[in-house]
């Protein structure tokens, strides 16, 4: 462990909360950054070279290729992505303007020569600012990493919720493509019976046209989802930092949501997790700090010195010793810097309050999207999809009879792959929306408890 304020013992003692701050967020970030499997050196990265699925390990690729689900997806990525590094390193970077803020000014060293009298003097001087001054850069640094850590959480839970969108995407459009598949086989059953009423005299060529049209509909109408599928694929890959079209496997169906709960306890958790709020609030409190350290230019600063003097005109050594104080004088300057720190603690308070605005609207449509689409979900699979496909059964059997036109069939048909089509979509709706809520309450944050207050 590096010290925090080196050479400056004293400071130590006084520096207190702000020196175990310091070694508990270096601490936390040295064991986030195991948890996500980048302690170890990766290889250098090219420019001019695509990622790849060589850059994974034999197991997890084919863990990949295996069946999939949406929690280990979403973990997956948020342990894959350069993003969250990227977010993590600029939390450590952060961190590490506290130890160089409160280190004292490096010492000036200066030799001089006399001709006159033959005198060399070797000189050391000193500057040592006031205790308070370095505490209070300390502790705006560590106010300024915090919120870089809450970042660094609020970006995790934004690529849970794409990891879990585009998983969803996936899910929906490659079981589209299933269905589309299904009713393509299922026209050209019906093209055979049109075919054989025709031949038989009971339908017209029409009938026989029409089956083939939507069938060729239906076709065409697949080449747009198998589109989809390909799209979801790509942008999960690039989730997890492989090729664009790196395969992976069959998707697990998705899960029921859990119900979210009163508003207002989402609202209270929100305030409690969401790691927006937190970095905000953070930012607020370097600036309130700010302040305090403005405030301190009034103080002035010590200076000392010593010197060593050889008079070789005399043959005799000498010791000098000198100190000084920094004079405050400069009045304008000074009460100019307290009005500009005055002035960022209401821009960062105004911040505050609109990241809270925010947050409570995420969560309030994130819940509206919940609900709709759950509601939506349920009509289609308890009342619309079971009588589009009574309706199909039905009219099958009173077309073969004679007792209804073929365009009814057709009709019936596509009445049923359309609800079968909106029944996936709305299960993507729905995973898609309550990604979006754990995300708008602070759910579940890093690795490892990363993200928790």
């Known amino acids: 462990m590096r010290p925090f304020m080196p050479f400056v013992p004293v400071l130590v003692l006084l520096a207190g909360c702000a020196g175990a701050d310091y070694s508990a967020q270096e601490r ?3 064991e986030l950054r195991e948890a996500l499997g980048w302690g170890a050196p990766r290889e250098a990265l090219d420019p001019a070279t695509l990622p790849g699925a060589a850059a994974l390990d034999p197991p997890l690729e084919e863990e990949l290729q295996g069946e999939l689900t949406l929690e280990r997806v979403s973990d997956l990525v948020v342990r894959r992505n350069p993003d969250v590094v990227a977010a993590l390193e600029r939390w450590v970077a952060f961190l590490e303007r506290a130890p160089q803020r409160t280190a004292l000014p490096n010492p000036t060293v200066r030799y001089g020569y006399s001709s006159m009298f033959k005198m060399h003097t070797a000189e ?22 915090r919120g870089m850590r809450w970042e660094l ?26 269905l589309l598949d299904e ?34 509909g239906l076709r065409a109408e697949r080449v747009g989802y198998a589109r989809d599928a390909e799209i979801a694929q790509s942008a999960l890959n690039v989730l997890l930092d492989r090729a664009p079209d790196a395969p992976i496997g069959p998707v697990r169906t998705l899960p029921e949501p859990t119900p979210p709960g009163p508003l207002t306890t989402l609202f209270a958790q929100a305030f ?24 301190l230019e009034w103080v002035p600063d010590a200076v000392f010195g010593g010197a060593y003097v050889r008079d070789f005109g005399m ?24 009005r500009e720190a005055e002035a960022n603690v209401r821009r960062a308070e ?22 709709a ?23 099958e059997v009173a077309y073969t009879a004679g007792q209804v036109d073929f365009l009814d069939l057709i009709d019936a048909q596509r009445m049923r792959l359309m609800q079968q089509l909106e029944l996936e979509r709305t299960r993507a709706e729905r995973s898609t929306a309550e990604a979006e809520l754990r995300r708008a309450v602070g759910e579940p944050g890093l690795p490892g408890g990363g993200g928790e207050r």
């Open 124 to 145: 050391v001087m000193q500057e040592v600012p006031f205790p308070g001054k370095l505490l209070a850069e300390g502790r705006v640094a560590l106010a300024e990493a």
């Open 315 to 338: 043959d005799v050594d000498e010791v000098e010793l000198t100190a000084g104080i920094s004079l405050p004088i400069w009045i304008g300057r000074i009460r100019a810097g307290i």
């Open 183 to 216: 009713n393509v086989e299922l026209l050209a059953r019906f093209i055979e019976i049109a075919q054989t009423k025709y031949a038989a005299g009971t339908a017209t060529q029409s009938d026989v046209l029409r089956a083939q049209v939507e069938r060729d």
């Open 272 to 295: 409690q997790r969401r790691p927006e709020l937190e970095a905000s609030r953070a930012r607020w409190e370097a600036e309130r700090e700010m302040v305090l350290r403005s405030e």
């Open 28 to 30: 936390e970030a040295a």
């Open 373 to 395: 689409a759950t509601e939506q979900h349920r009509i289609v699979r308890d009342d619309a999809l079971p009588r589009a496909e009574q309706n199909v059964q039905v009219t």
């Open 350 to 371: 105004a911040e505050t309050r609109s990241a809270r605005n925010r947050v409570l609207d995420e969560v309030r449509v994130a819940v509206s999207r919940l609900a």
């Open 153 to 178: 959480a609020e970006r995790a839970n934004l690529l849970r919720e794409q990891a879990a969108s585009s998983l969803a995407m996936l899910f929906a459009a490659r079981r589209q493509v299933e």
